[in-house]
Structure formats: C-alpha cells, structure tokens
C-alpha cells in the first residue's frame, strides 16, 4: 500500500529559475494539502486540493506559487522564478473523503536555490 | 485567525521518565486532534489522534483531550532516547478537513 510519494526528494534551482514539486495522494485519498517547513520551524499550510478543485489557498503567496490537481495524475505545486527565501522542505500530505481525518504525509522536497 | 500553541522547548528528560507535552488551541469549533512525531530532516509521523474529552491510550503513548480549556497533551510513558524528536499537535478545523499545527516542542530523552 503505497504511501504519499513526493518527487523529486531533493532540488536545486538558481534564482530566477522555476520549481515543479509533485506529489501523489495515498491510494483512495482524495485531498492533498501541501505545507512548507523553513528550518528550525514548524509547518505552514499553503493550499488545500482536490481534483480539478483549490479548496483553500489562503497559505499561499500571492505571487510565483501556483498548485493544481488534475483530473488525471500528480498534484504539482509550481515556484516561478524562485528566490533565496524559497529554500525550504515542501512536505505533501492526503486524506480520504470526509472530514476529520488525520493527514499522512509523504517524505517532502527538500528545495535549494543558490 | 485559528491557532494552535505549543511551547517550543527543549523539553529534556531522562531515559525512563514520563514525558509531557502540551498544546493549546483557539478553535473552539474544532472536533480532531491529532499528534505527529518528525525526526530531524524527516516528514511528520502520525503517532495519536483524538476526538472526544478523555484520554486515549496507545501503547506508550496517552493522549488527552478537555475541550472545555481547549487543550490537548501527550503523555510518553518510559521514554527513551529514540523518543527524541520534534512534536507537532494538530487541531482540525469545523468541517474536519484542514488542519492547523503548532510549532512543535522540542523533546530530548537523555540516556
């Protein structure tokens, strides 16, 4: 029973360049949320998906950071032009239909931009 | 703007002993609750959850809730030093389909 599974585990970008983060939901999970941890804190929410829906993007950055979850494949959380200030772990979390259920999170991107 | 508190720590034990973590939240509207274990450089692990007042045993672990003072804690009986990690609560919102983490608190289990 496969978990959450982000890719790619690790990136690197230059200033200026794009990030793609993808993930996709434990089989039968329905939601996915994406959350950004800088070191030495805790977790941020950013957004909150489901298929063909943004549920809640009150996290998010207004500029640059954008998420879909498409119909058909992975959930993918897009950084234009990424900044210093963008270098963190990008964790992926999903829960099934209905409310009140604990998030199970995959093992994250960890994003480095030089 | 919906909150769940936690002090940070480090919270120092020794090996063997109970440890103590607390949390507070505001939502009075909040139904689940929920306690993830991250290790450094790894993704949060679910370790309890909890819906109703009481406590909730699992193995080592207590978890208690009181939604009257809005609070929730973990208990870790017989710590050990692979207990030391990084606690996060979760309070989930009224629909029950987001969650809002504290900051975490810090334990460390000395041997």
């Known amino acids: 029973n496969a978990g959450v599974m982000q890719n790619p585990r690790h990136l690197v970008r230059r200033r200026g360049q794009e990030a793609r983060l993808r993930c996709s939901p434990m089989?039968?999970?329905?939601?996915v949320y994406w959350y950004r941890q800088l070191p030495e804190e805790g977790l941020k929410f950013m957004v909150y998906l489901q298929k063909e829906n943004i549920i809640d993007e009150s996290g998010m950055p207004k500029e640059r950071f954008s998420a879909e979850f498409p119909k058909e494949g992975p959930s993918i959380l897009r950084i234009q032009q990424v900044v210093r200030g963008d270098s963190a772990a990008y964790f992926c979390a999903s829960s099934p239909e209905g409310g009140n259920s604990p998030l199970h999170f995959g093992n994250g991107t960890r994003l480095t931009v030089t | 703007q919906k909150e769940v508190e936690q002090n940070s720590g480090p919270l120092s034990v020794p090996e063997g002993a109970i440890a103590s973590l607390n949390c507070t939240y505001s939502?009075?509207?909040?139904?689940?609750f929920f306690w993830y274990r991250q290790y450094s450089g790894k993704s949060p692990e679910l370790i309890m959850s909890?819906?109703?007042?009481g406590d909730k045993e699992d193995g080592r672990f207590t978890a208690q809730l009181n939604k009257a003072s809005q609070y929730v804690s973990l208990l870790i009986r017989d710590s050990q030093p692979s207990d030391s990690a990084t606690y996060l609560c979760a309070g989930g919102n009224n629909a029950g389909n987001m969650l809002t983490f504290g900051g975490g608190t810090r334990l460390m289990v000395k041997p």
């Open positions: 939502d009075r509207g909040s139904q689940s």
């Open positions: 909890i819906y109703s007042n």
């Open positions: 089989k039968g999970h329905s939601h």
